[in-house]
């Protein structure tokens, strides 16, 4: 049995506490929750754990024995791994690569690395998931964001060293993960648990932690707030502890009908990736889209960006012919908030200022107006409740819910009448969701039609007024949404399709 006790932890930047004296207890065999909303501390935490930071002060504990933690090394050898919420994967590479990244390769002869070892190692650290379907051959940037989040989990799994684990710390481990791998994810965290690891997670989705934690221990401005066992506690105390204030409900609540114009029209449409597309999406509605992972729901996005190309049927846009390409999207009052925002959406190294900008410079002039683009961005940053140190600040130093409101800054600019969301609160917290869901609310009372996929079913269910769910890229049921549960809705991703 290993004990694990972090004191004393803090962390400033530029004199601002960005965590401030926190202490957590971690055992054997115990998941421990770790939550907060955007810019509680979380990040800071996990990274003064791992040693990437170095913190203000920190004492650790190990067993009875004090602990140094000065660096990354000090922290893989007291045996702390960590699968981090971002995709960062060398896509070139294969998927076993990827797996034994950092670790010394097997070798033949003492110099010639044994690539058949290699793929035995990544072979088996899939298979502990249950991802025995990802080829280890492949390159890794062809596989969807689930299998890509399996491979890191892997990577963290892999027993290529000398150190053995104690510390598994799991940052949103689930946000890129469907129903069913996310199911393959707590068998893996059960048996880890079984071999007396401890595991600190760390995730915005409530119902999963109390489903499969232990202890829970809440964050607020950077500062302890409370810790507790999950049996002792409940969804609205860690509600309450997060955010300062009861939620009662998790989703505004629609206060007027949707309009009777008619904004995209679709009969029979194909494409190469889409088939028996026929729906029509009025002036106002929410139409959410579901369905296994990979099942055309991008796609069907894309569609509407001019990225993916109609083949056969007819479809419309405002009574017009759909846009043609990403420009003429944007220029039509089409707005795009992609699935993977740091990888398709934003400059991670540029300015707020310059990211909420980016789509619309062209209603700027020939010339450069910073001013002009400093009062755009100080004015949507406010619409969307952006916390930031100003306009100039690097998108990259944002939390994960502030980079998101970054996006949807620059997607209401020019007031979208059909806004396209791909996964908008993945890796997002409680509070910072209610205010994308605000934002939605807001757009759709101004007659902007959205479209939204999303593997939160209760997410698809609080916000859509009907749900198209998508099997293999065809339309396989169009649903009134009514008392619809999320097992109801489930149940269609396996039913065969309806003629439409």
Same mark, same amino acid.
């Given at each position: 049995?290993?004990?694990?006790?972090?004191t004393?932890?803090?962390?400033?930047?530029?004199?601002?506490?960005?965590?401030?004296?926190?202490?957590?207890?971690?055992?054997?065999?115990?998941?421990?929750?770790?939550?907060?909303?955007?810019?509680?501390?979380?990040?800071t935490?996990?990274?003064?754990?791992?040693?990437?930071?170095?913190?203000?002060?920190?004492? +650790?504990?190990?067993?009875?024995?004090?602990?140094?933690?000065?660096?990354?090394?000090?922290?893989?050898?007291?045996?702390?791994?960590?699968?981090?919420?971002?995709?960062?994967?060398?896509?070139?590479?294969?998927?076993?690569?990827?797996?034994?990244?950092?670790?010394?390769?097997?070798?033949?002869?003492?110099?010639?690395?044994?690539?058949?070892?290699?793929?035995?190692?990544?072979?088996?650290?899939?298979?502990f998931?249950?991802a025995?379907?990802i080829d280890?051959?492949?390159?890794?940037g062809?596989?969807?964001?689930?299998?890509?989040?399996? =491979?890191?989990?892997?990577?963290?799994?892999?027993?290529?060293?000398?150190?053995?684990?104690?510390?598994?710390?799991?940052?949103?481990?689930t946000?890129?993960?469907?129903?069913?791998? #996310?199911?393959?994810?707590?068998?893996?965290?059960?048996?880890?648990?079984?071999?007396?690891?401890?595991?600190?997670?760390?995730?915005?989705r409530?119902?999963? =932690?109390?489903r499969?934690?232990?202890?829970?221990?809440v964050?607020?401005?950077?500062?302890?707030?409370?810790?507790?066992?999950? #049996?002792?506690?409940?969804?609205?105390?860690?509600?309450?502890?997060?955010?300062?204030r009861?939620?009662?409900?998790?989703?505004?609540?629609?206060?007027? #009908?949707?309009?009777?114009?008619?904004?995209? #029209?679709?009969?029979?449409?194909d494409?190469?990736?889409?088939?028996?597309?026929?729906?029509?999406i009025?002036?106002?509605?929410?139409?959410?889209?579901?369905?296994?992972?990979?099942?055309?729901?991008?796609?069907?996005l894309k569609?509407f960006?001019?990225?993916e190309?109609?083949?056969?049927?007819?479809?419309s846009?405002?009574?017009?012919e759909?846009?043609?390409s990403?420009?003429?999207?944007?220029?039509?009052?089409?707005?795009?908030?992609?699935?993977?925002?740091?990888?398709?959406?934003?400059?991670?190294?540029?300015?707020?200022?310059?990211?909420? +900008?980016?789509?619309?410079?062209?209603?700027?002039?020939?010339?450069?107006?910073?001013?002009?683009?400093?009062?755009?961005?100080?004015?949507?940053?406010?619409?969307?409740?952006?916390?930031?140190?100003?306009?100039?600040?690097?998108?990259?130093?944002?939390?994960?819910?502030?980079?998101?409101?970054?996006?949807?800054?620059?997607?209401?600019?020019?007031?979208?009448?059909?806004?396209?969301?791909?996964?908008?609160?993945?890796?997002?917290?409680?509070?910072?969701?209610?205010?994308?869901?605000?934002?939605v609310?807001?757009?759709?009372?101004?007659?902007?039609?959205?479209?939204?996929?999303?593997?939160?079913?209760?997410?698809?269910?609080?916000?859509?007024?009907? +749900?198209?769910?998508?099997?293999?890229?065809?339309?396989?049921?169009?649903?009134?949404?009514?008392?619809?549960?999320?097992?109801?809705?489930?149940?269609?991703?396996?039913?065969?399709?309806?003629?439409?």
């Open positions: 049995m290993h004990s694990l006790i972090f004393n932890m803090s962390k400033a930047f530029g004199g601002v506490p960005a965590l401030a004296d926190v202490t957590l207890n971690l055992c054997s065999g115990r998941v421990h929750a770790l939550m907060g909303e955007n810019g509680a501390g979380k990040s935490l996990i990274k003064l754990i791992a040693g990437v930071l170095k913190a203000d002060s920190i004492s +650790v504990n190990k067993n009875g024995i004090p602990l140094a933690l000065n660096n990354a090394k000090d922290a893989h050898e007291a045996g702390f791994r960590f699968i981090h919420q971002e995709l960062n994967i060398v896509p070139q590479v294969s998927v076993a690569e990827n797996i034994l990244l950092g670790r010394d390769l097997p070798l033949r002869f003492g110099f010639a690395v044994d690539w058949n070892k290699v793929q035995v190692q990544a072979e088996e650290a899939l298979a998931l249950g025995t379907h280890v051959t492949s390159p890794a062809d596989l969807p964001s689930g299998d890509k989040m399996m =491979i890191k989990i892997a990577a963290a799994l892999v027993s290529a060293d000398q150190n053995e684990p104690v510390l598994y710390v799991l940052d949103e481990p946000a890129a993960l469907t129903g069913e791998e #996310s199911e393959m994810l707590f068998d893996v965290i059960e048996r880890l648990k079984e071999r007396g690891m401890a595991i600190l997670y760390v995730s915005h409530i119902d999963e =932690i109390l499969i934690c232990d202890d829970v221990t964050l607020r401005d950077g500062k302890f707030v409370t810790s507790n066992e999950i #049996s002792k506690t409940s969804k609205a105390d860690i509600i309450e502890a997060m955010t300062g009861d939620f009662k409900d998790a989703y505004p609540k629609r206060e007027v #009908s949707i309009g009777t114009k008619t904004v995209v #029209s679709l009969k029979n449409v494409t190469t990736n889409l088939q028996g597309l026929c729906f029509d009025r002036a106002g509605e929410i139409l959410g889209v579901s369905g296994l992972a990979e099942a055309g729901q991008t796609q069907l569609l960006m001019g990225i190309k109609i083949k056969s049927g007819t479809a846009f405002n009574g017009e759909l846009p043609l990403p420009s003429d999207a944007w220029a039509r009052s089409v707005a795009y908030i992609p699935g993977e925002r740091r990888g398709e959406a934003l400059c991670l190294d540029m300015s707020v200022r310059a990211n909420i +900008v980016l789509p619309h410079l062209s209603k700027y002039g020939f010339f450069a107006k910073p001013w002009l683009e400093n009062k755009d961005a100080l004015e949507l940053g406010g619409k969307v409740q952006l916390k930031s140190n100003g306009v100039s600040q690097p998108v990259g130093q944002l939390s994960g819910g502030n980079q998101q409101k970054i996006v949807f800054a620059r997607a209401i600019q020019d007031n979208p009448t059909l806004l396209l969301l791909d996964e908008p609160t993945r890796g997002v917290d409680i509070g910072a969701k209610y205010d994308i869901y605000l934002l609310r807001e757009l759709s009372v101004k007659g902007c039609a959205v479209i939204l996929t999303s593997t939160d079913l209760p997410e698809v269910l609080g916000m859509c007024d009907r +749900v198209l769910v998508m099997q293999g890229g065809r339309q396989a049921h169009f649903l009134e949404r009514g008392d619809m549960t999320s097992a109801d809705l489930l149940s269609h991703f396996y039913t065969s399709h309806e003629a439409t």
